[in-house]
């Protein structure tokens, strides 16, 4: 149950990709007083159900105000807590920024649900994953981030490239061998750590505050 001392509650669930994006962007902030309902696979919560007409997660509740779209609630803490900023000054590069995120949205994260399907979808999931993270590589593995500076387009891409390997995607060489060298930078971030449940660390065996 939510604390009375916090004023923001985040109701989540620990394996979902969406939910992880919303953690990143929380711990980057570096918001720390924030409570978490941690909801397991297909248990309900009547609290949420009252908040969220959808009942899904995640769910972001910042004393009166409920947001219930994980990109309205990454972008809502980007702006509720403006520095470090996540997203450039400039609105065409706003935009541009938002549309990335958007394909991201639309074209790998459906992915991690049909990999936790039947072994036939979760075999054409994981071709159509590492061809289109190859594509991906392959435009910005030169550069440290995605854009000029670490942003919320890192934080989106971050909880699917974590999952790689506990789905055993494996990415050509050559531009495998980049987006490694890219997700590294991303999990050596101090924020990175801090965001992972427990069942998101066990995927790489990691042990939470170790």
């Excluded at 109701?11 to 953690?23: E, T």
């Amino acid at each position: 149950m939510p604390s009375r001392s916090s004023t923001i509650t985040l109701y989540s669930r620990p394996d979902c990709v969406h939910s992880h994006r919303v953690r990143l962007v929380m711990a980057e902030k570096g918001v720390a007083s924030y409570d978490v309902v941690e909801l397991r696979e297909e248990e309900e919560s009547e609290d949420l159900l009252q908040l969220n007409p959808y009942n899904s997660v995640p769910t972001l509740v910042d004393r009166d105000l409920v947001v219930y779209d994980p990109r309205i609630i990454i972008e809502y803490i980007d702006e509720r807590y403006p520095h470090p900023p996540l997203m450039p000054v400039d609105p065409v590069m706003r935009a541009q920024y938002r549309l990335a995120i958007f394909r991201m949205e639309a074209d790998l994260y459906p992915l991690c649900e049909e990999l936790e399907a039947t072994p036939a979808v979760a075999r054409r999931a994981r071709t159509r994953m590492t061809e289109m993270l190859t594509t991906l590589a392959a435009e910005f593995a030169t550069k440290k981030y995605i854009g000029d500076e670490f942003s919320l387009l890192d934080c989106t891409l971050a909880p699917i490239l974590w999952r790689l390997e506990h789905y055993q995607v494996e990415l050509p060489t050559r531009h495998g061998d980049k987006l490694a060298k890219y997700a590294q930078r991303l999990f050596e971030r101090p924020a990175f750590e801090p965001s992972l449940s427990a069942v998101e660390a066990d995927m790489r065996h990691i042990k939470p505050g170790a």
